[in-house]
């Protein structure tokens, strides 16, 4: 309804990017902490676009539903938690089942205090996953808004700088776009691809390859004291980083 999902998608990417640092970083949901803040600040934003689109005369709950309803953000804190969790097993990153417990109960709690209900929250990754799975079976197939955000978001990385060098920012940009799809392409597959209007041609080569570097590295974590810890540093500083670089575009 604003246009945003075409003409949006960087800035859209960046605040959720933004949100989710702020939410995951140590100790960032204790009270007035930043995390605790920006989830607040983002319950409230949703509540501000669920009374403004409520009173649209275009707006039919009988068609569209509640918007950003219970159900939706439920999928959405899922996709954050289980779906993350199967993600990193796919690309060949070892979750142990107490690191994965962390990860539900930790945005459990996140999602709690954005206003998802305890009936839609759980710490168990299976019975989140079962969840997932039995929210999404009840969705339509995809609009021509999903297309529209697809399209936008596999796009988003024009407008990003890799490097001061023109040439070589080019090559990065089309690097960068094709390993995003390849990753889509794991999870959506050919016939996903096409129903999102992307490409179903984008093989995906970076799964592939970043597999066997993940499982060699969840080994070395644990046969090297301290490596886990640095490997967390560079992660954090990387994650800032990208932040930073989607907030210049």
């Not at 439920?74 to 954050?80: D, I, K, Q, S």
Request: aromatic residues 8%; positive net charge.
């Amino acid at each position: 309804l604003t246009g945003a999902l075409r003409s949006g998608a960087t800035q859209r990417v960046t605040r959720t990017m933004s949100w989710f640092s702020d939410t995951v970083h140590p100790h960032a949901l204790r009270p007035h902490h930043e995390g605790y803040r920006a989830t607040l600040q983002v319950r409230i934003l949703h509540a501000t676009v669920r009374r403004h689109l409520l009173a649209r005369e275009d707006w039919h709950v009988a068609e569209h539903g509640v918007p950003i309803n219970q159900t939706d953000m439920a999928a959405t804190w899922l996709a954050f938690s289980a779906l993350l969790l199967l993600g990193l097993r796919l690309l060949g990153v070892p979750v142990s089942r107490d690191d994965a417990h962390a990860v539900m109960h930790l945005w459990k709690y996140a999602c709690w205090l954005m206003g998802v209900d305890l009936t839609w929250l759980t710490d168990d990754e299976r019975e989140g996953r079962v969840l997932l799975f039995d929210i999404l079976s009840t969705y339509r197939g995809p609009d021509e808004s999903s297309v529209a955000l697809a399209n936008a978001l596999a796009d988003q990385t024009k407008d990003l700088t890799f490097s001061s060098f023109a040439p070589l920012d080019a090559l990065l940009w089309r690097i960068e776009r094709s390993r995003h799809l390849g990753t889509a392409h794991l999870f959506l597959g050919p016939n996903g691809m096409k129903r999102l209007g992307l490409s179903r041609h984008h093989l995906p080569w970076y799964p592939l390859v970043i597999f066997g570097y993940n499982c060699v590295r969840g080994g070395l974590h644990k046969t090297i004291p301290g490596l886990e810890a640095w490997s967390a540093a560079r992660g954090l500083e990387a994650r800032r980083r990208l932040i930073e670089a989607h907030w210049r575009a």
